[in-house]
């Protein structure tokens, strides 16, 4: 029996107070994210809009086995947002302006109601040619053939969803449109989650269901501000855990004989969770990397110094060694060697003690000065994601987790808790 084989199969239940706990424990994560964002400066905020975008958007088509360049997306992102201040290498199409105009479309108007011509609009910036791959697709409308969800090689196919009749799609769709524009009676992240789940099993197109699936999705949760802006990606998310995601789809459009979706939700909702923490470093390394060029913005430095160490900020790069610096600038060892040291003679960069052979340098993201005295109680102690660099700043705890190469470094004693901080919560100085 599939989902919608069941009476009035959009009419779900759920546990309630478990339910609200979860989804109250997230939205107040939100709160603090979008606090946060209040914060920056307006070409930080820019910045951290174009990537966590970005994001969004690679994620979602890879979740779909489809690999779009992340340099394009952002070029198409910064010009389609009029942003300024931010240098890209990609090249902006009008295929990947008409992508990024349905993501912007879906999460800055989030108040404007949905319709079918809105989301047909959606589907024919997906498929501009007509086609999906070098197959022909209908485009901008509902589909007229039945869909099953399959996996396997001919011959050993396994069945994984069998969509609705195509005959009754548009009804499907007008329910779930007049649901999806009156629902006053629950929070925008159940909603959200309940949007995503009956769209995907409606699965109303022949392909991009799952793509155009989560932009409605994220058109419930820019509600939650707005629509001023959304600065998490739940695709991302999703693609990091597709594995698990693929299945507690599979089972709650298999087996949910009674509406219960209680299961649902509750994975829906840990997993935006999950993707609010990962927000939050990927502001925090915007932030910082903003910090860092605000603080050294007098200093001189050639071309290829200020290249390779947006690499490191932009945490493409782990270790900072010379040979590291020799290959990602395409230069020699001595030259690179000589770039180092005036970066170190410039107070931009300090060597971890104990070392005489390969030789790894720290970023010095702020200026040694008073920067410390804000802080106290600080430690690094185990999470629910790795380790966390936990403290308390001017009266208010603050926390990031920090990468496996700086725990080690940390637990050695090359690193010291100051030196954490400097690199992981530089962002406070301008708070």
Known sequence: M???ERYNWMLFNWDKDKISALAEKVST?????????????????SGASVEILTQDIVSSFRIEGINLNTDDVRSSIVRRLGVTNIQTTGTSTH???GVVDMMLDATRNSNIPLDRERIFGWHSALFPTGRSGSYPITVGNYRSG??????????????????PPASDVNDYMEEFMYWFNNEIGISNIIRSAIAHLVFVSIHP???????????????????????????FSMSREIEKEKKDYYAILEKTQRFCYDGDITPWLEWYIA???????????????????????????????SQ????????????????????????LGAISLDTALRDIADLENKGI?????????????????????????????ICVKPGERGQYLTAVYDGTEVRERISSLDYEQYESGSLSSSDLVHKYMAYLSAM
């Open 349 to 377: 960069v300090s060597a971890y003690p104990g070392r005489t052979r390969k030789v790894e340098y720290a970023i010095n993201y702020v200026k040694a000065d008073d920067f410390m005295k804000h802080f106290r109680d």
């Open 146 to 163: 039945d869909v099953q969800v399959i996996s396997g090689s001919m011959g050993r196919e396994k069945v994984h969803y069998m969509a």
């Open 205 to 231: 197109f022949d392909d991009g269901n799952g793509r155009i699936g989560r932009a409605i999705a994220d058109m419930a949760l820019a509600a939650i501000d707005g629509g001023r802006g959304r600065f």
């Open 2 to 4: 599939w989902i919608y």
């Open 29 to 45: 994560s939100i709160g603090f994210l979008h606090g946060r964002i209040a914060s920056l400066a307006e070409d930080d905020r």
């Open 95 to 97: 295929y990947m302006e």
């Open 271 to 301: 997993c935006l969770g999950r993707a609010l923490d990962s927000s939050m470093e990927t502001l925090s390394g915007i932030l910082n990397k903003s910090i860092f060029w605000r603080e050294f913005s007098g200093v001189e430095l």
């Open 304 to 327: 290829r110094q200020r290249k390779v160490l947006n690499i490191y900020l932009d945490g493409k790069e782990a270790k900072l060694t010379a040979q590291n610096w020799s290959r």
